[in-house]
């Protein structure tokens, strides 16, 4: 397994155009801005969500979303893979830092770093499967040791709160493209440096 760098890019295609469209401008010829017009109109009003209620909200949400969206759509708006690593494009934002909902292009066998949380997150798979490794935190050793792992097929939802609870490593194992929808806690303009918190593995 190797661990690739991520490229991060606005995509002008679903970025600033799914901004300026209200959540009730729905249109049958395009049901997959119409699906993400409505997620923002969720994520909305889940960013008012007490804590402790969050993460049962953005479960229920994104499970409906990677049933409903229809993907051929959703796949010609968004780029080929990168053979660089993995890549994130911003698909919905609060304009107050509330919130930053973004899809994830990952390639043939391209891996996140082992991290832990600066901030809530969620996502859910999209199209095609990722392999998910969790780790435990040692505090004496200051390291992440490896605790297991899962495969996440399509419709596979995860939420985790900021800290230690949710360290793991995210990826593509197979030959084939993987698409992912991830919401994170933080503006827009953040998400290359306050979501990830990388951290060393210990040895085994």
Known sequence: MTTQLMTHSLNPKLGPALSSIPACAATAREPA???LAQLRARLAACSTATPASR?????????EFASTMPMDELRERLPAPSANGYQRHVLAADPNGEYCAVAIIWGP?????????HTWCAYTVLEGALMETHYDWCAEQHGAQPAGHRLCARNTVSYTDAGYSGIHCLGNATTIPAISLHVYGVHET???TAVNHLLPVLAT
């Not at 993460?55 to 499970?63: A, C, F, I, N, V």
């Not at 066998?109 to 949380?117: K, N, T, Y």
């Open 33 to 35: 801005v119409d699906a």
């Open 55 to 63: 993460g049962e909200l953005l479960r229920s949400m994104l499970s």
């Open 109 to 117: 066998r391209q891996f996140s770093p082992v991290h832990a949380h």
């Open 190 to 192: 953040q998400i290359a």
